[in-house]
T-cell receptor, first 118, second 109 residues
Framework: DTGVSQDPRHKITKRGQNVTFRCDPI?????LYWYRQTLGQGPEFLTYFQNEAQLEKSRLLSDRFSAERPKGSFSTLEIQRTEQGDSAMYLC????????????????FGEGSWLTVV | AQSVTQLDSHVSVSEGTPVLLRCNYSSSYSPSLFWYVQHPNKGLQLLLK??????LVKGINGFEAEFKKSETSFHLTKPSAHMSDAAVYFCVVSGDMRFGAGTRLTVKP
């Protein structure tokens, strides 16, 4: 059973560097979500894709954040010019949405990518 | 607009006693609601979900939740807490899957 996988699991970077995280969703899932989670807080929604279309991106934290899903399969989340405040766990999730009741489809989460900006 | 409010940031119970984690929601339409659990250094795991079928939903590990539209609530319960239940629990509303702030459950021996 291949669930949602994220890479790398841990990343330490210097302030000002760019970082990229990769997410491979469950293979038959057409929706892919990115969240950010800081210590003691719940996951904060960033953006999501249906297939290759990015349907919501207004909640990306700043223009330094961007996400792609070029072929409707894996996705990348890039943070440019990292700042110490970007230190957090970045979670990817996927689901299958289609037909009636799609709002109730279960979202499955990866184990997250921890980012530390020093 | 949709939102959830988890009424307690921390709940502490003794092993073998009941668990109640409270969640209220706000939605402009009939929502789907979920409870997820996050153990330390682990990913988020779905406990249960409500999708407009039965209002009493049974999940894994003996947890259940009841959807009450009149109270806009979706509280999570378990009759008897186990040490392994210690974790952070999140209530989530459908749409863009907005999370509550989480409730940390501590189970005392």
């Amino acid at each position: 059973d291949t669930g949602v996988s994220q890479d790398p699991r841990h990343k330490i970077t210097k302030r000002g560097q760019n970082v990229t995280f990769r997410c491979d969703p469950i293979s038959e899932h057409n929706r892919l979500y990115w969240y950010r989670q800081t210590l003691g807080q719940g996951p904060e929604f960033l953006t999501y894709f249906q297939n290759e279309a990015q349907l919501e991106k207004s909640r990306l934290l700043s223009d330094r954040f961007s996400a792609e899903r070029p072929k409707g399969s894996f996705s990348t989340l890039e943070i440019q010019r990292t700042e110490q405040g970007d230190s957090a766990m970045y979670l990817c999730a996927s689901s299958f949405a289609g037909g009636r009741g799609s709002s109730g489809n279960t979202i499955y989460f990866g184990e997250g990518s921890w980012l530390t900006v020093v | 607009a949709q939102s959830v409010t988890q009424l307690d940031s921390h709940v502490s119970v003794s092993e073998g006693t009941p668990v109640l984690l409270r969640c209220n929601y706000s939605s402009s339409y009939s929502p789907s609601l979920f409870w997820y659990v996050q153990h330390p250094n682990k990913g988020l795991q779905l406990l249960l979900k409500y999708t407009s079928a039965a209002t009493l939903v049974k999940g894994i590990n003996g947890f259940e939740a009841e959807f009450k539209k009149s109270e806009t609530s979706f509280h999570l319960t378990k009759p008897s807490a186990h040490m392994s239940d210690a974790a952070v629990y999140f209530c989530v509303v459908s749409g863009d899957m907005r999370f509550g702030a989480g409730t940390r459950l501590t189970v005392k021996p």
